[in-house]
């Protein structure tokens, strides 16, 4: 679950007021004014009272835009009341979107489409049009009743899109170019260019020191590690622009089966079916252990608290020298299986 805590700052009563509030997330400290998921907030309030919301994610490329759309999918459907499925399309996908529309089930959906900034070179008129419509139509599923829908669109250029495809209710900023001040004058107003130009320092300050201060203070600044796990991102919710931190997805939870199955469409075969096959071949227990130590292999931990502490203890002991793996194994009689896959891939996985 996402949580933050918060830290009692020791001051005196006159400065009180003037200094921001300190929280950590997961122990790392972060100013609460600069919140990520106080923006995703915004977000799923605004889509349970519409039906489609569309969020746009501006900067350039390895900027950081497929992962900020990951975390905001990921913090969404952690957040929301509803339950919302995780889906990713690549440029496939958004060539052939009333298809792509058509092999979606009845859900609630937050839609990801990875780098759509190759539409103003690729697609022609009829194309674009035809996802203009496909769009209008995309909340009446066939099947089913209306849903909720965010689509979450990554783009290089501000005004580079068809002007109805760029349109949002919430846009990010991972960086701004240089030849991007009138553009975000026409979307922010002049008023901001001073927030802007502070966020582009803070972008070049990041990549080049590794590290980013935040004024928070009139005197005061707060120091970020850059990418470990926080980048600077300008959000703008059509209101007021203001400067925030995000992480990844991963950062938040490590394991998450909503989104580990959202890149295209979903999965091939019945993860159910496959349970149930395999749970036949060998006992419940024993598939359940065997994904918890490949997961443990890829650098995951599911184990409980006590096998954790065990395991960790044991570490230890065996880093003293004093004794070693082999003569504990011998105590407990334990010996080198080896053996083969008797147990053919069939059933779903044949199909």
Not at 174 to 200: A, D, Y
């Amino acid at each position: 679950m996402i949580k933050s805590r918060e830290i009692q700052i020791e001051q005196k009563p006159s400065t009180d007021r003037q200094r921001p509030k300190i929280i950590t997330w997961k122990g790392i400290p972060m100013v609460r004014n600069h919140s990520f998921l106080a923006t995703v907030q915004e977000i799923v309030d605004f889509n349970s009272e519409i039906d489609v919301c569309r969020v746009g994610i501006v900067g350039d490329m390895h900027s950081g835009k497929t992962t900020l759309a990951e975390a905001i999918a990921h913090a969404v459907h952690k957040k929301a009341k509803i339950p919302y499925t995780v889906r990713i399309f690549n440029k496939e996908d958004l060539l052939n979107f009333r298809e792509t529309i058509h092999a979606l089930t009845p859900a609630n959906y937050v839609l990801i489409f990875d780098d759509v900034s190759f539409l103003g070179a690729d697609a022609n008129k009829k194309t674009i049009e035809m996802i203009k419509q496909a769009i209008t139509q995309i909340r009446h599923l066939e099947g089913g009743t209306n849903v909720k829908i965010l689509s979450i669109q990554n783009y290089h250029y501000t005004l580079g899109l068809d002007k109805y495809l760029r349109e949002a209710d919430f846009r990010y900023f991972t960086t701004v170019g240089s030849s991007e001040k009138e553009n975000m004058e026409k979307i922010l107003g002049h008023q901001f260019n001073n927030l802007v130009k502070q966020f582009k320092s803070l972008r070049h300050q990041g990549v080049t020191t590794g590290i980013f201060a935040l004024r928070v203070g009139p005197k005061e600044t707060f120091t970020y590690k850059f990418r470990n796990p926080w980048i600077p991102v300008l959000f703008f919710n059509e209101q007021k622009p203001r400067l925030i931190v995000t992480p990844t997805r991963h950062f938040m939870d490590q394991i998450c089966s909503i989104c580990s199955s959202a890149q295209g469409h979903a999965s091939e075969i019945s993860i159910k079916q496959f349970i149930i096959e395999t749970e036949h071949k060998f006992s419940p227990h024993l598939v359940k252990l065997v994904i918890k130590q490949a997961l443990k292999e890829n650098g995951l931990n599911t184990y409980g608290r006590e096998f954790t502490r065990a395991r960790r203890y044991l570490d230890r002991a065996l880093e003293t020298k004093v004794i070693s793996l082999e003569e504990l194994a011998t105590h407990y009689n334990m010996t080198i299986t080896n053996t083969n896959l008797r147990k053919k891939l069939d059933g779903i996985l044949a199909t």
